[in-house]
């Protein structure tokens, strides 16, 4: 089946192709200025019905604008740790890069929910020489995490010269990229983009995906092709009601993950960013699941369960403990 043509960017956008109601439309027209739509080719004919794990993840809901006393504005308090823009250092022998902050898809969960344009976030070329420049000067920081935003959406021009720098600093010895790409637009891991990954440096994918459903037939090549180019694939999800927060969704996902060649790495408790409430899934229901998950799934499959602590100390897990 022929993958639809573009990727849709606002509330019209979703209504032509059936994904909302006209009677939703005025409430997500006002939402998407503030919290942005991006539904790529490939994710669009990965949802059956709005309603299903693919679609609740991009499609807008009017409970968006719904705040609740505990979210926070920046749940996982990056800010304080930020010694100069575009750089995130919490732990003392890794940093995170944030070259952009434009995301191939605007999950609907995503603590990061300002609005950001296709192209918008990217930092200037002033500003990356001044983040690669911070890494020079800290021999301590081994490590660079490339998130954003999408790392993946960088040209491959420009993610090469990024990575090309770091890994030419003496210290640093392992690169680490997030993303959604592979999974939610594989055809963005293009012969050009694979050769700026080939590096002499260990370099660490942490491919993002919430449901098996999310892997259409062209993340298995895409997934393949980064293995190849002796990239090493890990997964992190997100636990979310209504996407993965069943035994069955989550199996799924994590043996969906392993046929993919990807390690499951991190399940990540929701943060708590402004009107993300429906898709919180408490504790307790989290740790009986993932009890249920033990032995029934292979340990190879077997992720870590995270919550970001508020404050900025960092990821703390969760258990379960026996
Ligand atoms: C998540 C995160 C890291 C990476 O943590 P790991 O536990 O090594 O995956 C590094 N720095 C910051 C600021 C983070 O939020």
Redesign the pocket.
């Known amino acids: 089946m022929a993958l639809p043509q573009k990727t849709l960017r606002d509330a019209a956008a979703l209504l032509d192709a059936g994904l909302i109601t006209a009677a939703a439309l005025p409430a997500l027209s006002a939402l998407q200025s503030r919290y942005a739509i991006a539904l790529t080719p490939e994710v669009q004919a990965r949802i059956a019905s709005p309603d299903d794990p693919v679609g609740r993840q991009y499609i807008p809901h009017a409970d968006e604008a719904l705040s609740q006393p505990h979210e926070m504005a920046d749940p ?1 308090a ?1 800010a304080p ?1 930020t010694p100069i823009k575009g750089v ?4 003392p022998d ?3 890069l944030k070259p952009l902050l434009a995301c191939p898809v605007y999950c609907r969960f995503c603590f990061r929910r300002e609005h950001v344009g296709p192209d918008g976030g990217l930092l200037n070329e002033a500003e990356l020489e001044a983040a690669l420049g911070w890494f020079a000067a800290h021999p301590e920081v081994g490590e660079v ?1 490339l998130t954003g935003g999408d790392p993946l959406m960088l040209s491959p021009r420009r993610l090469a010269h990024i990575l090309g720098r770091l890994a030419a600093l003496p210290h640093i010895h392992t690169l680490r990229i997030h993303s959604r790409v592979p999974v939610a637009e594989p055809s963005r891991i293009t012969p050009e983009l694979l050769a700026a990954l080939r590096l002499e440096t260990p370099l660490y994918l942490c491919v993002h995906a919430n449901h098996a459903q999310e892997f259409g037939p062209a993340a298995g090549p895409a997934l393949r092709a980064l293995h190849g180019a002796g990239v090493v694939l890990l997964g992190q999800s997100v636990l979310l009601a209504g996407v993965n927060d069943s035994l069955a969704a989550l199996e799924g996902l994590l043996r969906t993950m392993l046929a993919h060649r990807i390690k499951p ?2 399940l990540h408790a929701l943060d708590a960013a402004p009107g993300t409430a429906r898709f919180a899934v408490p504790d307790a229901r989290a740790l009986e699941l993932l009890r249920s998950l033990r032995g029934r799934v292979s340990g190879l499959a077997w992720p870590v369960f995270v919550r ?1 602590t508020a404050g900025g100390a ?2 703390r897990p969760l258990g379960p403990a026996w």
């Open positions: 996982t990056d740790f995130v250092h919490r732990y890794r940093a995170l995490i790495y991190y970001e960092g990821k």
